[in-house]
């Protein structure tokens, strides 16, 4: 194991097949401030920049990492004695890799250390955007609202004490103020996270807040703050102790928090900006006016092309995502459901090829080197599927189509919530803030075929409806049998879907 750290001055060292920085990091500017450095954001748009870079005249467009929170302290730690460079490990499904360095990250400020330094930063007109992935839980939305969480303790704080922040919108606010009051042009607010419509949340989670905080500021921002919509997609799992040894034996320098990834890539945003924007377009980013197809297509495909993998692979007995699409009775029924039930109600999408973005998912989804479980994947399915599933459902209802696929994944999860155990009578671990109320539900299957679907919070009037009620009660009757076996059901399920389509006929 090699003790040579990984920095600016070791690149010279690393063998030639590694690609690293060819600018001149010396000459960048950090206009992009980016709060919430995960892995995500070093494998997606800190790639995107990285690109960029190499073509000379994007040098403006560096980036300079901001941490708002303790545990990000060895994060910064790292990243300085690494002069903020990192390795990304690329892995093919044909088992390629390729091994780079990303320079894109000049600076990373820890705010912990010096808030005011942070807002300075902010509010510095070298800034032009600043972005954002923080997890869903860091925009403090009331489930049960969708407003602000004004009762979150540090959505209060920071209302009540503007000049010491503790969230994303307590820094950005304090940083906006200082721009209005010196009358320089406002950045732009980029939301990065995986979250449906992700700038029209931001923007309204900040004006929420700064309506409480500062209501002449939170006009202001309204008039003169751009929050692009964009869809963002990048597998990119945990970084382990093995990703850590595959770099120092490969490159033969010590990066402490190297990062992993798949090989596919994408980002389509909405061409919205207050003060400038990089041209991601020439580093294969998409630029559109509006993001809502694109979301529609990944929502429906990607996430929903998951949950059906993982429901149906977790009663079978499957543990990841490439081991269960690699049986091809399972490859076959997701594309079926993808093609018969999700596209004919998916939008234009222009730029996109969506023959070859549905191949491209089951080529994604069987990348040995992407291990992605099943647990994982169907967690908080009662938060996932009534966006990813059932809203396909109720779409292909009102319009008369068939629905027989998506009927039985449901009636697969009415069976994983009721028994807990795949088909070898092995426990499957369930992680759902409803497992319980879902248990409840479908434990009362054998006495009414309909029970799961009486659970209105999460499936809405779908037991009201008699075309879905008897495809849902065929498929119960099939997989509740005692001598049921989900890949023969899955089999007569495809049957009798396209012998239906064949004659013309819906069920």
Not at 233 to 249: C, E, G, L, N
Not at 299 to 316: E, T
Request: charged share 20%; net charge negative; hydrophobic share 40%.
């Amino acid at each position: 194991m090699t003790n040579n750290q990984l920095n600016q001055s070791n690149l010279a060292n690393l063998p030639s097949h590694i690609d690293i920085p060819n600018y001149d990091r010396n000459k960048l500017t950090a206009g992009i401030v980016h709060i919430g450095v995960g892995g995500f954001h070093r494998a997606h748009q800190a790639m995107y920049i990285n690109e960029l870079l190499k073509t000379p005249g994007s040098e403006q467009w560096a980036i300079c990492g901001i941490g708002l929170l303790e545990n990000n302290r060895s994060l910064r730690d790292i990243l300085v004695k690494q002069d903020y460079l990192y390795s990304l490990v690329v892995r093919h499904p044909n088992g390629q890799i390729e091994n780079k360095v990303i320079g894109s990250m000049i600076d990373f400020m820890f705010a912990p250390d010096n808030k005011q330094n942070v807002i300075d930063k902010l509010a510095n007109s070298e800034t032009k955007i600043v972005s954002l992935t923080i997890t869903e839980g860091g925009y403090n939305i009331d489930p049960m609202t969708g407003d602000l969480d004004l009762n979150h303790p540090d959505i209060a704080h920071d209302i009540t004490h503007p000049n010491d922040p503790i969230t994303a919108f307590g820094y950005i606010a304090a940083a906006l103020r200082i721009r209005k009051a010196n009358n320089i042009q406002a950045f732009t607010v980029q939301s990065c996270d995986n979250i449906q419509h992700n700038g029209a949340v931001t923007r309204k989670m900040l004006l929420s807040f700064t309506e409480q905080q500062d209501l002449m500021l939170s006009h202001w921002i309204a008039q003169h703050v751009e929050f692009p919509n964009a869809m963002v997609d990048r597998i990119t799992p945990v970084t382990t102790k093995a990703d850590i040894d595959y770099v120092a034996q490969t490159f033969g320098l010590k990066d402490e928090w190297p990062i992993t990834c798949e090989s596919f890539a994408q980002w389509v945003i909405e061409d919205n900006f207050s003060d400038g924007r990089p041209n991601w377009d020439l580093v294969g980013a998409q630029f559109v006016t509006d993001v809502t197809p694109f979301e529609k297509m990944k929502i429906r495909l990607l996430n929903a092309g998951h949950s059906v993998l993982g429901l149906l692979g977790a009663i079978h007995g499957y543990g990841t995502i490439d081991e269960t699409v690699s049986d091809p009775v399972f490859a076959k029924f997701l594309r079926a459901f993808m093609d018969l039930e999700v596209t004919p109600l998916l939008d234009e999408l222009p730029g996109i090829d969506l023959e070859q973005y549905k191949n491209t998912l089951i080529e994604r989804f069987s990348n040995p080197n992407i291990k992605d479980s099943l647990v994982r994947i169907c967690s908080e399915s009662s938060a996932k599927l009534p966006k990813f599933l059932i809203a396909t459902i109720h779409e292909n209802l009102e319009a008369g189509r068939d629905c027989s696929l998506a009927a039985l994944v449901i009636a697969t999860w009415c069976l994983y919530s009721d028994k807990q155990t795949n088909a070898q009578q092995e426990p499957i671990e369930i992680q759902d803030v409803m497992k319980d109320e879902l248990a409840s539900y479908a434990h009362k299957t054998t006495i009414d075929k309909l029970a799961f679907l009486k659970l209105n919070s999460v499936f809405g009037d779908l037991n009201t409806h008699p075309v879905f009620i008897q495809t849902y009660r065929d498929a119960i009757d099939a997989i509740y049998s005692a001598t049921s076996n989900i890949k023969d059901i899955m089999k007569n399920t495809l049957e009798s879907k396209q012998f239906g389509i064949s004659q013309g006929v819906l069920k």
